[in-house]
């Protein structure tokens, strides 16, 4: 039987993720806009009525009081929002309270979060030599609203956390529709190491999202998607 899915934002990746739903076994029951979700008031319990999850894909300034309202009626989320992760510890906090669950990530690709784990390994080998010094560089369609992308902070968040210490550039480009490009480099006098992530469409992303929507039934907490990526086949 299919499960419930609410879309909170219908823009390019709410979507997509419509599109997605059916055959990734899930009923879309309830579509939220801006227009119709002004100062939250479009988020209850009527409106949510037989819906099991939510994927919220929407801007930074509406996700923190988006989640908030879906964990205080008890509905497990997955946010793929950026922008907004300085409000992770209260949303945590109303997690927490409620019992519910949540799953966001700058990012849903499986291929990104390998790429993380890649980008940390090399780190930590290049914090061992001086003579190497990193940047990070990425592009996005002209109409994302946070320079640089969650993915590239992410992935700086990354290189310090294995021991990289040394100064590490970070420059964005917008143009076009490009769906993402994100690349990591360490350059020397002897030689360049270029590390790169090519999105190609946006759908790596709206299935990404699905799959942890399937996961994260029952489930209780918050968890980044790459926690749980050695449980989602
Ligand atoms: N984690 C990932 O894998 C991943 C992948 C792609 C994108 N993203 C992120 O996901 C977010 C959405 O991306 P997108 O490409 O779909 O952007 P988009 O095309 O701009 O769509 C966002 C939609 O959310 C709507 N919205 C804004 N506030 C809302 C609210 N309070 N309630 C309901 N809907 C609201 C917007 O309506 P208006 O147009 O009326 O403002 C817009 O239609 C961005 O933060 C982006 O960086 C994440």
Redesign the pocket.
Known sequence: MSRGLAI?????????IEQLAPECGFDVRAK?????????A??TSESLRGVDVAL????????P??LRRLASLGINAI??????FEHLPSIREATSAAGTALV??????IG?NVFFQTVARAASFFAKYPEYEAWGWEI??S????AP???LKKLAEEIRASGYGRTLTLTANRAGAH??THEIGFDSAGDTITLRHT?RS?E???R??LQAARWVAGKRGVFE?REILGELA
């Open positions: 909170i934002g219908c823009g390019k990746m709410g979507r997509l939220f806009t801006r227009a119709d979700n002004l100062h939250v479009g988020i919220e894909f929407t801007s930074p300034d509406a996700a009081d988006n946010c793929g929002t950026t922008g907004w966001y990530s700058p990012n849903f690709s990104v996005h369609h109409t994302k609203k946070d992308s969650g993915t769906p993402g999105a946006r790596g992303f709206a990404g999202a998607f």
